[in-house]
């Protein structure tokens, strides 16, 4: 029978005075019964809205049905042909203001929680499903991509299902991209993240780690060496900082040195694994975003006393999910909002204080935000002993800088093509993070999704 509760079937979850502590998982999962219990909450609409909010479009009701009829398997096969990264997806995609944001269920309540059916469907094909060979015929055609990041990864499974010989390309010694160094092992187990990069694998796809496209090798030399076509998937590593005075003071961190520090190098094991994090009781993270949130509740995992989150804007702006808002405060996370860091001060060359100033909010600036202007002394400082800095993440300039003709945008992304991807240099496509600037990881796989669309038209000459 249909359920029609207007409320989400509530997921289990670690406490929050429990999860502070560790860095397992913190959502449990559904079982088998509520998973079901969800999915019939589905309406089956006749032009269902939420297909349309997916980047990727996964086809949506026909899984959820699946689930409603106990057949998980089939709702994996149903899923895995348009995603190959569902548990990731499930877990760390704003389905709030994709899929789920346009569901009918959402006018009056709230909407199906299809990121955690699509959780719960992964999760229990990694438990219990039977492997299947996967017979693909090569077509004799090789295509390179740089990343092994969600545009990447996606790309090079696309074309593997269509017979191209892929090798990817990765700068670290681990594959995953920000699925391995940005992301917190609490919100996206990397042995998870692993076992659907094996998934890509097992379709043929080769990977080459500590291979820095720019300095190992360059684009122009891939071509040379017979590739037919190469996808930049390269995502967007290089931090900014703010420009103020103390940035360059030990214990200051970008947030992706820090979380790098932390996912891919396991500093919380120190010294099990030797890469120290150096925090202190009380920690400072400037910034609102979803890397804020995930630099700080790690923090916290790390031993600080005090955790605050700087940011210039009301709690209304924030940009990161509520979810993870939400958790950050249950875990005692303390917001200094409306407050914007105009130093770092030290002492012997090390973080002592955080000085800021207080802020109030004027017109709306070009993004459409009211416009943070700061207030005549207001000035006041937060003693603290570590800084990370999130407040974005622009591509990396070494592969702009040694492939000519690759035309680019003045902050770093390259220029691509609406329709296809394609970049100005023939034979070469871009997507994800490289091309937009930090953004999700579903958006990331849809631009490597019709990249790989467009790439297979052009070698195939449909």
Known sequence: MPNMSNKKVEMPSQEPEIRATNFKEVALGYTKEMAQEEAARCLNCKKPRCVDGCPVNVPIPHFIQEVVNGDFEKAYEIITTENALPAICGRVCPQENQCEGKCIRGIKGESVAIGRLERFVADYHRDHGKPTETKIEKNGKKVAIVGSGPSGISCAGELAKRGYDV???????????????????????????QAEIDGVADLGVKFETNVVVGRSITIDELQESGYDAVFVGAGAGLPRFQGIPGENLDGVYAANEFLT???????????????????????????????????????????????????RRSDAEIPARAEEVHHAKEEGIIFKLLTNPVAVHGDNGSVKALECVEMELGEPDASGRRRPIAKEGTNFTIDCGTVVIAIGQSPNPLIRQTTPGLDCQKWGGIIVEEETNHTSKEGVWAGGDVVTGAATVILAMGAGKKAAKAIDEKLSGE
Do not use: Q, W
């Open 261 to 311: 520090r932390v996912n891919l190098m396991k500093g919380y094991e120190f010294p099990k694994h030797p890469t120290p994090v150096k925090v202190a009781d009380t920690v400072c993270v400037v910034g609102a975003g979803n890397v804020a949130m995930d630099a700080a509740r790690t923090a916290k995992r790390l031993g600080a006393k005090n955790v605050y989150i700087v940011y």
């Open 167 to 193: 090798t990817v390309f990765e700068a670290l010694h681990k594959t995953g991209g920000v699925l391995s160094y940005g992301i917190p092992e609490f919100r996206l187990p990397k042995d998870l993240v």
